[in-house]
């Protein structure tokens, strides 16, 4: 009946194979967004950078991806139903393309070839300093998202990590093909 049943679902005999394969893409996954993540940081706390509005959004896709790659690894460690990871990593993959297309539109601010939205790329106002409140507001450092801070070989931190969720994004894809083959 299991022999059967395994058949029918498309995974031949190998069910322990396929949950290896989601296992480790997910693991990878984690670490993968986990390094992006920590990249950032440290470009913001240590570097002191100052990620404008695009640059936090950015980085929902890693927050959100990182304990999901990790409820996979432990669904493919506790014989979850293949087709429930198979769904993860999809949704991973998902993750990583929206991702991509977030910080491919934030690439195309920043070489101007189109507008950003206007809370983080118009003109930083200069309230003047009638009073205490605005004297803070004075002080606090604002980036406009058509700014590059730091640039490397050409890119900057959105052109990496466009690089970065394409990479994620075909890992995922890698793991569903190799489950399913």
């Known amino acids: 009946m299991t022999a059967n049943l395994l058949h029918h679902t498309g995974l031949g005999f190998r ?9 480790n893409v997910a693991l990878t996954y984690a670490v993968i ?3 992006a993540l920590g990249a950032a940081w440290f470009f913001q706390l240590a570097l002191d950078l100052t990620p404008c509005p695009l640059c936090l959004e950015q980085r929902y896709a890693y927050y959100a991806a990182i304990p999901l790659a990790g409820l996979i690894a432990l669904g ?9 990871l198979i769904a993860g990593l999809a949704v991973l993959a998902v993750l990583a393309l929206g991702n991509a297309g977030l910080g491919a539109y934030h690439a195309g601010v920043e070489w101007k070839f189109w507008t950003g939205p206007t809370d983080c790329a118009g003109p930083v106002l200069d309230f003047g300093k009638a009073g205490s409140l605005l004297d803070q507001l004075d002080k606090v450092k604002v980036m406009r998202c058509d ?7 050409g890119l900057s931190l959105a052109g990496y990590n466009v690089l970065v969720s394409l990479a994620l994004a075909a890992l995922a894809a890698w793991g569903i093909a190799r489950i399913r083959r």
Request: no cysteine.
């Open 15 to 23: 069910p322990a194979r396929a949950a290896r394969i989601a296992r």
């Open 33 to 35: 967004a986990a390094a």
């Open 76 to 84: 493919a460690w506790r014989e979850a139903p293949i087709s429930l």
């Open 147 to 153: 700014e590059v801070q730091w640039r490397f070989l």
